[in-house]
């Protein structure tokens, strides 16, 4: 499984943002799909997941009411929709999948990793 993630960039605080997520293999409707964080010297965080129906939507504290989660498993893609963007949001986002059941916040429970898009958030 290959990850590959686009979208990143620099947007001024309040703007939004939208990240994508393209999957290879065949077997991408059945993965849970997560969004990470990581800020510099900070450790990896946990954004939002989603199930593999796409009816089940797991929050971080980060993303609550400004983030949403969407996917598409006929194009092997998944969505992170961004608004009211803050410096803090400021991080490389990374794109997971977990390949058996359960919406999990912890990275360790995810079994494969995009290579992150940078997203920096000005004043």
């Known amino acids: 499984m290959q990850l590959v993630e686009s979208g990143g960039g620099l947007v001024q605080a309040g703007d939004s943002l939208r990240l994508s997520c393209t999957g290879s293999?065949?077997?991408?409707?059945?993965?849970?799909m997560g969004w990470f964080r990581q800020a510099p010297g900070k450790e990896r965080e946990f954004v939002e997941a989603l199930s593999q129906s796409g009816l089940n939507t797991f929050y971080g504290d980060s993303a609550k009411g400004r983030f949403t989660i969407s996917r598409d498993n006929a194009k092997n893609t998944v969505d992170l929709q961004m608004s009211s963007l803050k410096p803090e949001d400021t991080a490389v986002y990374y794109c997971a999948v977990r390949r058996t059941g359960g919406v999990f916040s912890s990275a360790r429970e995810y079994d494969y990793w995009g290579q992150g898009t940078q997203v920096t958030v000005s004043l």
């Open positions: 293999g065949t077997a991408f409707s059945s993965y849970v």
